[in-house]
């Protein structure tokens, strides 16, 4: 009788080992783009070799606005950067944003990561309010960034590839932001919000 009860707890035991937990803290929020292809979760990563290439075709069509950036660190490395949207939604507001990298150190298939195209750093993309003197970052907390994963969101050399970033919405109703990608390119400025 001891043997048979000590075996069903070895079993039962080796089974939870074999089935593995899941956590909900590397699901998206629930009004944040979805990229086929790409991983939606936090930002604080380090470097992986598990890049993903989208598979799904980017939408280029709503671009309002581009401007090239140099990769920190590559000078015959740029990004165009493709501002697409700034869309209040109740209590956050998203930005969405092309980035095509124009690699000069890479093959034209190979696989370049958001984070390749930032210098080997995640965007620290902000939304300035200058008439009420106020900056806007991706909401976060304690090692969660709700924004697109900059390591695993890749793209090929020269193919376009969606960054998005959720903010808290508006505080003063505003009807525009310059936006800051990275401090190495002039701002776009005026960007409209829509809603």
Known sequence: MKRSLALCAAGILALSALTGCTSSADE???????????S???????????????????DTSNVIATKEFTV???????VTVGIQSLKVEGKTMTLQYVLTPDFASASDSAAISIYDMFGN??????LVDRENLKEYSVI??????WAADSVRTSTANHEPVIWWGVYAAPEDGNESFD????????????????R
């Open 28 to 38: 998206a929020p629930s009004n944040a783009p979805s990229t086929e292809g790409t």
């Open 40 to 58: 939606a979760s936090a930002t604080t990563q380090a470097p992986s070799a598990e890049s993903e290439t989208p598979t799904a075709a980017v």
């Open 72 to 78: 920190p660190g590559h000078k015959d490395d740029k």
């Open 121 to 126: 750093s995640s965007p620290r993309t902000t």
């Open 140 to 145: 976060s907390d304690v090692g969660r960034t």
């Open 179 to 194: 936006i800051r990608v990275i401090d190495s390119m002039a701002e776009f400025t005026d960007v409209p919000v829509t």
